[in-house]
């Protein structure tokens, strides 16, 4: 009775939790060497309220090399992938496809996926595997029952049902989607996380992604998050923080750590650089006011291109009404500075427009060359009323 209670038991959890399959099952994919094939793989876990988890994998990077002409002295290949996904099935909210990959660098083997149940019941998923007489090792939680697109097994392309009167064809790709990397993993979505991502050799760098109650996240160098950052190593860090905790904002802000931390030691960061979330920018400040680039300090440049959308060449003009200096002295001489000119108070309080201030002395040069050409005619009429004022004295010295 006890044998048999025993064996109810073990039979009950073989049924009612799936296991992957001790003996991977092997499937090959033909073709060409530099193409990727579709492959459907049936969601299996679907019905169960489960998602299916597939693994592919070639440990071996020399496995077919000899059924392989083609290959110049290369290696086929080898990857491991983990594909957990499920299904949209004409409906499905919550379908996903993730992929944790690892393949041979020179020549990857896994090129893409995509759903292919979106408009249909089929329960498939798409994955591209490189073809060439490829061999590859599965297994999975649930059943996957593949079928390979590459033109012997099954004709080209794989026709993804559209309801039940199209089709949308999908055949082979000759490179990687953008989505897939050699190494690493490829989420769908969003990846959600509070607390320390550090990545590098000896956490040399930092990544700290905060909660949505501080709202930021922070890219850093040679520091260690440890309740604060703090120097990893001695030299200088850097810190590039995206978001601001306090006032909420989005903005980025750029800060510098001195050259003189010590491992350890609370890191001393200074803003040097912000990019506001309304566009503005400050270099030295982070506050660019009205601004769209604000700089605290010398600004050193080449040359410097100002638009305007006027010039001061209205003072030729004929129309253009000229002051005379009797007026313009008895302004110098109340307000102590030149007509038009801001005053010294207004300059030190609201700055100038650099623009704006070179038409305004433009004004005055041209002003002062009307001046000069006025004076030179009044200095040669001058001139002349005294040569001929002279040529009349001559001539009466002459009659004596």
């Known amino acids: 009775m006890l044998k048999k209670n025993l064996l109810a038991v073990i039979l009950l959890l073989f049924v009612c939790f799936p296991s992957f399959g001790q003996t991977p099952e092997i499937i090959t994919v033909n073709g060409d060497l530099d193409k990727f ?69 020179p020549r990857p083997l896994i090129a893409g996926w995509k759903d292919a149940s979106v408009n249909n019941l089929t329960r498939r998923v798409i994955v591209w595997l490189k073809g060439g007489g490829m061999t590859y090792h599965y297994t999975s939680n649930y059943p996957v029952t593949p079928v390979v697109y590459d ?162 060449d209205y003072v030729f003009h004929p129309e253009y009404k000229l002051a005379s200096l009797d007026s313009v002295e008895k302004f110098i001489k109340v307000n102590r500075h030149l007509p038009d000119i801001p005053a010294e108070k207004e300059v030190l309080t609201e700055g100038i427009d650099v623009g704006e201030m070179n038409k305004k002395l433009l004004q005055k040069i041209e002003e002062l060359t009307l001046y000069l050409i006025e004076s030179r005619k009044e200095y040669r009429t001058a001139i002349d009323e005294l040569k001929k004022e002279n040529e009349q004295l001559k001539s009466k010295l002459n009659e004596k």
């Not at 002295?73 to 499905?92: K, L």
């Not at 009167?165 to 990687?176: A, E, G, Y």
């Open 37 to 105: 094939y579709p492959v459907t793989f049936y969601d299996g876990g679907y019905d169960v309220h489960q998602a299916t988890i597939l693994q592919i994998g070639r440990s071996e990077v020399h496995e077919n090399e000899t059924g392989m002409p083609n290959l110049n002295g290369g290696w086929p290949g080898s990857v491991i992938a983990t594909i957990r996904f499920h299904s949209h099935n004409y409906g499905n909210a919550s379908s996903f496809i993730n992929a944790d990959i690892y393949q041979y660098d």
């Open 151 to 312: 033109g012997v097994q099954n004709q080209l392309p794989y026709q993804e049902p559209v309801g039940t009167t199209s089709f949308i064809p999908h055949t082979f790709k000759t490179s990687l989607d953008d989505n897939v990397g050699i190494h690493g993993i490829s989420y769908q979505d969003d990846a959600q996380w509070s607390g320390v991502v550090k990545a590098g050799t000896f956490q040399s760098a930092g990544f700290r992604a905060s909660g949505i109650k501080e709202n930021y996240v922070d890219i850093t160098n040679n520091l260690i998050w440890q309740d604060g950052w703090k120097y990893l190593a001695n030299g200088p860090a850097n810190l590039l923080r995206m978001g601001t905790p306090v006032s909420k904002r989005s903005d980025f802000i750029f800060y510098v750590s001195p050259s003189n931390g010590t491992p350890g030691a609370p890191a001393t960061d200074m803003e040097v650089m912000r990019i506001c979330e309304n566009g503005s920018v400050g270099i030295g400040t982070g506050s660019p006011g009205n601004y769209k680039l604000a700089v605290e300090g010398v600004l050193g440049a080449r040359k410097i291109k100002v638009t305007q959308t006027s010039w001061a």
